[in-house]
């Protein structure tokens, strides 16, 4: 079977082997099988479970394949039952007893999503965007006081830095790792049998719920405070809810980034290797494909929140409507894996263009001045500042002068225009020193998130 | 590669092979190869490319391979060039020029995608879902006699049978096939070239219209009335739209039918093989997996019908960011006819549970006759039948009597009651005559969808 | 009570009141009482009925208001009994037994809300978009011949005119505009009660389908084929899906002018009133809100949809969790019209910057023109054309010469460039020229949409 | 205006004062209002405002109504300066410059944002849902020892208590409140101007984020750590998906308790009010109308958090596509509020059917036992328990004898059956008392989370 076979592009253009080290079919029997491990050595350590059953079950379970697995399912039409099964053939007879002893099918399944969820947020998903969070904080650091239009619903408003810019993300995308780190840490495992009452394992153990402990402590979960057959969806809804949002937060940069790519503004590019085509029949084309391809991705993990959240519903001790789309929800990792590990990629690569960064600061001759001017004039006690700047620049869009030159001529605002301090006149003629604080916030950020993620 | 280390559960566990013949990146590949294929074609018929040119090429056409595109891939980051690269690599240079001649890329894409998705509704989606039509058409008519109680709120409410019940299915399902015959028709192609205004293809042809229209018609396929760079999203997205409203009538009809194998309620039951386990530790569990199933591939489907939606905006000419997402849109068909084959085995071999029908009818002591009661009490005349008949059904749930019983020792009652005709009587002694038409409907509607659907 | 005091913006800064006179709940119970009435008339025709008491009861339909419904409805905690309740107040005790006859709840409800609902459609919908449609066609036709650089992935392509732009708009609006009005005529009524087996109705008449036409015919509506205590759910899925399809093609339109509004780009201005303030602090601004809010809005509708296609499951003869949900149809409705009244005022007034298209078609040095020339090179059977005109692209990039310079002073083209025709080597000097049939297909499409809408 | 006028049903079906008096467009604008003085109070703090300029325009902001601002608006397309306009309208002269200093109008949106989704979810949303908390704790502690036959796939699986299936539901719930209480916390205000670099406060203060955490201190917030024009959109994005957890809590009990009531079931009832109608033609009826509304505002819910996942993105400093669709996060508040509440009063009053329980307990004729069975015969060694229990059920099934009955017959199981201990044996005969701990965990959590929420 060639990859090129299969339907879903999660297994073909955007199959990554990391992430399926944890989220393939073949992982998931994997970690049902450690998880049913779990469970026959705390059995031994209770002294339950004699040790050469113990490494009889170890060395079985070590041997299963999702292959036989699947095979057997198909007789038995149960998934775990014949993962059981799997195991229970390869051992001796008396060590079969204590294979799946007083488990259900979901103390396995629920405890080895808990483990493989945690696993690739900790091991995957956040290494991936921490390594987007450093290439964001390196370029807030060295574009910290390059001085940038400030837009807003497109339009010019007052200048910013392109490293402050970036230091949004920086925090914003910092606080989704740490949400995203403690959640997968919330997640917890079950092993509470077959309606959560601790039924089965009621008839062997006078502590039921600390031999549950014992079992988790194995796979390093912790119980769910209250199970029925499965787990309690929420913490798992809760992590998938953020990823969601750490995708949105990179859909918004690579939106922000392909506009700034337009033929028309250029203030950044995207590294074009050299064989690369743009078009199939457009030569000169450099398209941003690397945050379309973001943007895209993106729209495809939105929506798919909805199906976690419909699995919260699950009728009395549980019905099996959350079994299938429940496996979807590796899916939404890996793009969004895909997506952090693309951005990071194209990210570290932009070039910014100052001379462009320039020529559209100066497009709208000096009106991003106008905001300063109506404050300012405010302050001196113009009854209409606002109303007044207004006119102001309509006469500017219509003329050939700046706003600058405008209000110098204007004889009305000559005598506030006296009383404003140097500094303060200054910002009419260079109106890209009104950057505020951004230069000095770019890098507080930037060092503040080195520390709080150790980068 | 084995499908086990999929991440994706369309590709392991739902991979069905029938849909990957259309869906699969190998089959996309194939699509994109009959396209350049048919501009060729086009081209020959008009004397351009000569017949050796035409002849190289289509061999070259039937050699590609995807791993070959691929690999050409990493080198152009661009699929469709590198798949032009690979076919002009395998044909001598004079065939060269007619390669790709005044297409752009989403000529071949937007032409592949209409072609395969209309393929794959036409040739695996509705007759899996024609299969599970007639099923029903069957049980229908089988059943349109078996008195079932109507339940409302999940309460007992009046007689229907439960053929009447499963032509509700048949009638909606019906529509929805048609509905996809048709908009599978709707997806058009497109030629019109980078940015749908046949700007190359008028260097060339006096015709560009025609021109596209001869191309199309190689794949049997009209033109779309305007495009841009892609063709317009409204058609595929009204398919998409169709196919989730297909799955929402299955999903109902597997709702209602594992709600009767409800241990209370039993009247039908989902067939269960020899060796089937129910549970891995409750060896009497006969769970209606397969609906539960069809239920839970609907709950993966219906929020992705957003990312449809979604795609519908792409800017100016056209934006790459309905690339990734609309990969996806095969997933759903994938589902849809996952739960179109399973849902039809499963209907195929249900069994209907007459004693339990009979003692649920029973349990209401002939309370669902209140409704004919209160009626024919409002239409003879009694000033406050509905009333009076709900103080008559609190007096018959406290006590032992039925509620015909009830109302015959009612002395307000005896003179309407006197007044009622036999047949009107007689709903009160047998509740469960009182299912109005149901049995001839149920008869009417199976015979109509078998014509409509030649089925 | 103030319309600020309501929680949904639908209800203050959306309401919309010829809307509200089909979708407020107000309105609802106009419909729910014309179906009572609706009932009544066809009894009388029957002769079931006699005339007083079809006056009587007419009369009584005409009074019943929303507050005493709701008044009686503390009380019976039903909302259809309420209503029948209040009309029976009003009616001689001779009229009451006509009143609701046969009738379930939803034979009321599911009637009222396909009449409202097909009747907002064709009445304040439909016209809301052909407005908009009109104003788009005439753009298109104005602006047919106004050449525009086509751009895609943001990036300048190859070029387009403005009206062929729009056109793309009016292929796509129009079209879902047809299929809204077909979508609005297939909303069917119902009258077969409680389980859709007209188990009521047969106790009075021996064609209870022949008698629900009748009633249903009274209001305008068609039967539909099968119910149970609800209609059929998917022909109102449909519609709403269709809906959901038009506030995606409006918020493509809206995207599309909001950036070309960007203030490097500025080939479209919204217009600005006198008085208008752009931002509360930036008197310069000219935002472009009235597209942003387009695609705002788009936000609120596509979601919803999913809302609609998890009311497809009712259980049984049906469960009642459709109930408040469905109410929220009637919000999508409103939204789309504010979506399309308020784009018609915008587009109507846009005025198209000639100089600034002028501008930046001239942006990128004529490398615009490298797809045509890359087409005629291979058609002259250049070996490698594609490659050969990309690294022209490359030198014009770094150079200051245009693209026609480049390529006249490159020895390798000379050759080529000798056996173009004229118009062909034309559009190198001239590359606006390169529009293909832009212009035509404008005018075309334009004239094609007039006709199909009648407008 | 009446209510009844309105379109959307959270205006007139489900309107709630309590949450109106937060969410409504009147409080809104109160709600800016108090931000509007905040930032006079800390201009005057900094004794840059005289204190007469504070008073004056204390004043005019309790006087400004939602009427004028919007009339204003009229005029000025802009919302926040309307309302500046308003204040400015009603103070002296020399208090005007004072009005909205150094802020942009999403320093006040965003502000009153912040501050109005705290307060409603803390003085509303998490008392309404603490409510229902408690009245699921006392029914948790009430029916701790009420055997339950548990449910899974809707099939008898083994006991549980149903105050244990309550408790459930109380640590899911309890730990959303938590979530609530904490994420209400989180929301941020921002006073940094138009791009969020401090530009326009800049000119005026050494310390502009000094001044910022002012100004918000006055409103009890804190400010964000970095901003465009607007805040964060995550914090919100978390407060909302915690909501959509908490109606999804819900909506699972709320589906439980509806499945609970149905006839065949009947182990739980809805109270029903004297004078209530269950249907308008079956009187009959006593439907769970409570609990379904509940699942269908959950229906409304949940689709809606993509519109604030898709509010995540705004272009480079912001684009204005979040306002509208901003507006209707209320509404998923406000429909949550309703559901707590309703069920609350539902859950206050359901009576719970001990005659039910038990007779549904002994419908399996004790094959509720078999997993038991097959634990203890598997840990006394019998090489194939799981499928010999599996045969014995089926003979159960077939027969007229209890599952003890047959095993009791059973040759092969009696030397098994021997060793075992009483307290075992004795499961067989009665399986109800195989309820584990579920009794214990019932009122542990119970105790638990009164600690937990002091309630």
Redesign the interface.
């Known amino acids: 079977?060639?990859?090129?076979?299969?339907?879903?592009?999660?297994?073909?253009?955007?199959?990554d082997e990391e992430?399926?080290k944890f989220?393939?079919?073949?992982a998931y029997?994997k970690y049902k099988l450690a998880v049913e491990l779990a469970l026959v050595k705390a059995l031994a350590k209770r002294g339950i479970c004699p040790p050469e059953a113990l490494k009889d079950i170890e060395k079985a379970c070590a041997e299963v394949t999702?292959?036989e697995a699947?095979a057997e399912e198909e007789?038995?039409?149960?998934d775990?039952?014949a993962l059981?099964n799997c195991i229970r053939a390869k051992v001796s007879?008396s060590a079969?007893?204590y294979v799946?002893?007083?488990?259900?099918?979901y103390d396995i399944i629920d405890t080895a999503n808990a483990a493989r969820f945690r696993d690739v947020t900790r091991e995957i998903l956040v290494p991936a965007l921490s390594d987007l969070e450093k290439t964001l904080i390196a370029i807030a650091e060295r574009e910290a006081e390059t001085v940038q239009v400030?837009?807003?619903?497109?339009?010019?408003?007052?200048?910013?830095?392109f490293g402050?810019?970036i230091?949004?993300y920086?925090?914003?995308l910092g606080?989704?790792i740490l949400?995203l780190q403690d959640l997968a840490g919330q997640l917890k495992g079950k092993f509470?049998?077959?309606?959560?009452?601790?039924?089965?394992?009621?008839?062997?153990f006078d502590d039921?719920?600390g031999f549950e402990k014992d079992v988790l402590a194995e796979m390093g979960l912790e119980p769910v405070?209250?199970?029925?057959?499965v787990t309690?969806?929420?913490p798992m809804?809760?992590l998938m809810?953020?990823v969601?949002?750490a995708a949105?937060?990179m859909?918004?940069l690579a939106?922000?980034m392909?506009?700034l790519?337009?033929?028309?503004?250029g203030e950044i590019g995207e590294e074009f290797?050299a064989?690369?085509?743009?078009?199939?029949?457009?030569?000169?084309?450099?398209?941003?494909?690397n945050f379309?391809?973001a943007?895209?991705?993106w729209?495809?993990i939105?929506?798919?929140?909805?199906?976690v959240?419909?699995?919260?519903?699950?009728?009395?001790?549980?019905?099996?409507?959350?079994?299938?789309?429940?496996?979807?929800y590796?899916?939404t990792i890996?793009y969004t894996v895909s997506m952090a590990k693309r951005l990071t990629k194209t990210m570290q690569k932009i070039s910014v263009d100052k001379a462009h960064l320039e020529a559209?600061m100066a497009?709208?001759k000096g009106?991003?001045a106008?905001?300063?001017l109506?404050?300012?004039l405010?302050?001196l006690?113009h009854?209409d500042a606002?109303?007044k700047?207004?006119t102001?620049?309509l006469e500017?869009?219509k003329g050939g002068k700046s706003?600058e030159d405008v209000a110098l001529a204007d004889a009305e605002l000559a005598p506030y225009l006296e009383k404003m301090a140097d500094v303060?006149k200054n910002?009419l003629k260079n109106p890209a020193s009104?950057?505020?604080?951004?230069a000095e916030?770019a890098k507080k950020?930037a060092r503040?998130w080195k520390k709080n993620l150790s980068l």
């Open positions: 079977m060639s990859k090129f076979d299969n339907i879903s592009p999660v297994d073909y253009r955007y199959f992430v399926a989220l393939s079919d073949t029997t999702p292959e699947c007789k038995t039409r149960h775990i039952r059981v007879d079969k007893p799946h002893m007083t488990a259900t099918s400030g837009r807003t619903h497109g339009q010019h408003a007052v200048p910013i830095t402050y810019a230091a949004g920086v925090s914003r606080q989704s949400a509470s049998g077959a309606v959560g009452a601790y039924n089965a394992s009621s008839l062997f039921p719920e405070e209250s199970a029925t057959q309690q969806p929420e809804a809760r809810a953020e969601t949002i949105g937060v859909a918004n939106d922000d392909r506009h790519q337009r033929t028309e503004i290797s064989t690369q085509v743009g078009s199939s029949t457009m030569p000169q084309k450099r398209n941003p494909i379309e391809n943007k895209s991705l729209k495809i939105v929506p798919r929140i909805v199906t959240f419909m699995d919260q519903i699950s009728e009395h001790q549980r019905d099996l409507t959350n079994s299938a789309s429940g496996r979807t590796a899916e890996a559209n497009l709208q009106m991003i106008a905001e300063p109506y404050i300012l405010a302050s006690g009854p606002h109303e700047v207004r102001l620049t500017t869009q706003l303060q910002i009104y950057t505020g604080v951004a916030k950020i503040e």
